[in-house]
């Protein structure tokens, strides 16, 4: 399939602008509002769905935002493709080209995700690589959003593995937003540089600030948001690195909790290994909008896919 105007893909948080990523998010509202209000894949059109890691709610989310936006999603585990064998990501990004309107992906290294983009003429969307989480995030911000209304301003903070998918993607989308970013990791878990420089020169831009710490207690002081992940993400089971004693001082518990805003939020990505980055108790407890945010991804990946498919065709969303 071949379009007269450049398309755009959403491979990291940072591949949208301020005012673009605004946008998403209030289409993400209104999908939320009326869910079968859009229907930019009637036909159907199809969108690939390749999965390279297990997963649960990007699986589900897509499969059923994709149906709601009037298209077939093509679900597959990337093993069962030809990728798994020897066909190169170019040749790959133009064959699917060819027979759906855009690719999400889930996978390794970001730097595959960016080889598939450059001969794909449909969207390609990154639906978790080892570097960036960037659906995930709008969904993140359209919960916070729910809660908190205008975000420019708030205080969000993680805690965990800086240098995972989720903290990279919640500095470079969360400073778009406007949102002052705090990670705290332990030493030696910080985030990347280079991502870190990106997230750098968005904040420039909006006049969000970027915190590093290793002290847990300090960086929890009047956040509005408490987010944390698993400390270990997938692909990282064997990498020889004590992904437990580090960690330990910053689980997401009560005694944290109470240095935050007394109505702070707290989110996680899910799923949560209960007991290790969070308890029980603030899991299920009143601060957690853990579900909401999970129901979220529905909204927010069909607003973005919406507005990608849009931008394609040389409209407005
Ligand atoms: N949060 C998230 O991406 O969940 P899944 O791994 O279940 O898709
Ligand atoms: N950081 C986690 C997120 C899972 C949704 C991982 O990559 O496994």
Redesign the pocket.
Known sequence: MTSAHAVRHFLRDDDVSPAEQAEILTLAAELKQAPFSRRPLEGPRGVGVIFE?????????FEMGIAQLGGHAVVVDGRDTQLGREETLGDTGRVLSRYVDAIVW?TFEQHRLDEMSVTATVPVVN??SNEF?P??VLADLQTLAERKGNLAGRNLTYFGDGANNMAHSLLLGGVTAGLNVTIAAPPGFEPLPWILEAARKRAADTGASITLTNDPMAAAEGADALVTDTWTS?GQENDGLDRVGPFRPFQVNTDLLAQAQPDAVVLH???AHRGEEVTDEVLDGPHSVVWDE?EN?LHAQKALLVWLLAKRNGGAA
């Open positions: 890691k297990n997963s649960t709610r990007t699986r589900f989310s889930r639906a978790l989480h659906c995930q997938m990505c899910l799923p999970a991804r």
